[in-house]
Every structure is written in C-alpha cells, then in structure tokens.
C-alpha cells in the first residue's frame, strides 16, 4: 500500500528502509535486463494470453467461425462444417499456450525460490542476532542481580541450528505421511 494510502508520509520512512526499497527494485530492473529473448517473448504472450482482450479476440474468432460454419451467416457457405479445422487449431494453439504459460511459471518460480532463500538467510541472521542480544540482556540482568526465570533465559539464549530444525520438521512430515 503507497504511504499516502496508508496515512503515512514519505518523510517517515527511515532511509535504511529507502534504501532497502530502491535495492529491490533495481534488482527486479537488473532481472529482467538479463531475461534472455526467448523469456521476455514468453512472458509477453503470457501477459497477452491471461488478459481479456485475448478473451474477446477469440470470441470473435471463434464465435465468428462457429456461425459462419453452422450456415448463419446469409451469403457466405460453411467452410468447416464438421469443425474439423477448428478443433486442429485450437488443439494446436492449447500446445503452444501451455508452453508459454510453463516457460513463465517456471521463471516465476525460479524467482520465487530465490526471494524464499533471501527470506530464510534474513529469518536466520535476525534469529542469531537476537539470541545474541538475549544473551547480552542476561548477562546485564544478572550483573545487575535482576532475577530472572533460567527457563525463560535458557529458551531465549539457545543458539538455534537451522539444520536442526529442517530435520525436526522433514521427520514431522514423514510422520504425517
């Protein structure tokens, strides 16, 4: 939601976050400059194939075909009477459509996977971080003879292994499975 939207002005962003935002933004511009040919013409048919001028262009089409061959259309003879040549080329068509539509769902995945692992990398730098700022505020609050519960300290400085816990959830699954 744009900051005007959402009640908040431009100047209360801080400039990490700014920063942030233009880094992200010129790594979405700097993927699509090194998308190869091929991708770019695939996601342009995709664009085009999952609007709704593609829609009507083919009512048009379609709908046209189908009356000027059920004999409709006064003056013109029917062309494709059994609808033979019609189902070939939407046959064909269907072909090269769900190509494109893969092409692009596999370069939006490859996308996808990419920002997950940013994500995980982030998730686990703030999980470090954070156990390591607890462990300074324990050391603080017992220097300061401030009583805490060990169990609520012992939780919150635990180093967590990423492995750990892949594997903790990969057994889960088994389970479920």
Do not use: C
């Amino acid at each position: 939601m744009p900051a005007a939207a959402s009640g908040q002005s431009d100047q209360e962003l801080s400039p990490s976050l700014r920063q942030n935002i233009r880094a992200i933004e010129e790594r979405r511009r700097e993927e699509a400059r090194t998308a190869t040919r091929e991708e770019r013409v695939a996601e342009a048919i995709t664009g085009f194939v999952g609007s709704m001028r593609f829609v009507y262009l083919h009512l048009v089409i379609y709908g046209g075909w189908i009356i000027a061959n059920l004999g409709l259309l006064p003056g013109l003879h029917p062309f494709d009477p059994s609808f033979v040549t019609l189902a070939m080329i939407a046959s064909v068509e269907a072909i090269f459509l769900s190509t494109f539509v893969l092409i692009s769902q596999n370069r939006s995945a490859a996308a996808e996977e990419k920002r997950a692992d940013l994500d995980l990398q982030i998730s686990m730098l703030a999980e470090q971080e954070l156990t390591k700022l607890a462990q300074i505020v324990a050391g603080i609050a017992q220097h300061l003879g401030v009583a805490a519960s060990s169990d609520e300290v012992d939780e919150i400085t635990r180093v967590v292994q990423p492995g750990t816990i892949l594997d903790e959830i990969e057994a889960q699954q088994r389970k479920a499975d």
